[in-house]
């Protein structure tokens, strides 16, 4: 089952790649950074915990979840409305209901540029109109989406908090923001903050405890020295290849590296 969230950093490329070798486990399936849920989809666990710092993407998972049917009437209205016009309407206008913010959060990020996700310093989405115009795709199917999603506790929260729920017989699969060492502010802007070299230990730190109890953990980060010095002994290290195609200038996409880090 494919995401249906585009996000920044998102892994349907890992999860399409075939050679990710996912731990066997018998707990539950805790999921930190949930973005557009790549992996959680693709394993589709019958017991999950997923979280994110993003509160209106976690109100949208949740909404998905447990109103479908409400959320895909707005979106096929969005639909016939959407325009240059409408979506900059759209994008300044404050919605009420759980279910018509779900429905606007999806039509944002299915025609703003890129599938980005980005907030100026108010909280406010002010990312323009990209070029593409479907709000909803052939064959997708909300029903599914919210079956599959009807078995996880779906809620805001920090990393930390998330992981350390975790313990024996239980798999973390986490998908951090890839800030370095060299690089202290970091360079993904994660709803309002940024997350900086410190979480970076705090979240390994995190999976050393669960570890600890029981858990098994796979991390995606940096392809970098300070990452791979920062997880020392405590995990192996795999290295993937992949394309980069989110950036928004064409000079900076292309062929790079991402770390993959085993803590079983």
Not at 76 to 95: A, G, I
Not at 111 to 126: D, V
Not at 194 to 202: C, G, H, L, T, Y
């Amino acid at each position: 089952m494919k995401p249906f969230i585009k996000w920044a950093g998102g892994k349907r490329w890992l999860t399409a790649n075939g050679s990710l070798r996912v731990p066997e486990f018998d707990g539950r399936y805790f999921e930190p950074f949930l973005g557009g849920g790549a992996m959680f989809f693709h394993l589709k666990p019958t017991e999950a915990v997923l979280a994110d710092i993003n509160h209106r993407l976690i109100e949208t998972y949740t909404v998905i979840r447990d109103d479908w049917q409400k959320v895909t009437r707005e979106l096929k209205r969005m639909q016939r409305l959407h325009s240059v016009k409408f979506y900059y309407e759209e994008r300044s206008r404050r919605r009420r209901s759980p279910h018509t913010r779900a429905a606007q959060f999806l039509y944002l990020n299915r025609t703003c540029f890129n599938g980005l996700y980005r907030e100026n310093l108010n909280g406010e989405f002010n990312v323009p109109i990209g070029a593409k115009d479907r709000v909803i795709f052939e064959g997708e199917d909300f029903s599914e989406i919210s079956k599959v999603l009807a078995t996880a506790d779906i809620y805001p929260s920090d990393f930390e908090e998330v992981i350390d729920k975790a313990g024996a017989g239980d798999f973390v699969f986490a998908d951090p923001p890839y800030t370095t060492a060299h690089n202290v502010n970091g360079f993904v802007k994660y709803n309002q903050r940024i997350f900086s070299w410190q979480d970076q230990v705090r979240l390994r730190d995190a999976v050393a405890r669960a570890s600890e109890r029981g858990a098994k953990v796979v991390l995606t980060n940096a392809d970098h020295e300070s990452i791979r010095e920062l997880y020392g002994n405590l995990a192996s290290f795999q290295r993937m290849a992949r394309a980069s195609v989110i950036a928004g200038d064409a000079c900076f996409r292309g062929a790079t590296s991402e770390g993959l880090y085993f803590v079983c």
